[in-house]
């Protein structure tokens, strides 16, 4: 399984077709970067 490090948002967003799910994905996406950015810390 790839962990979203890898994945670019917008390889993340073509993946997905309609609108709702974007918005699911993005906020994952969002949510996960933040969560790493204060684990780094």
Request: include cysteine; proline fraction near 0%; charged fraction near 30%.
């Amino acid at each position: 399984r790839k962990s979203f490090d890898s994945l670019d948002h917008d390889v993340l967003l073509q993946k997905v077709e309609n609108f709702s799910d974007q918005c699911r994905v993005s906020n994952m996406w969002i949510h996960y970067k933040l969560a790493s950015n204060c684990e780094s810390k």
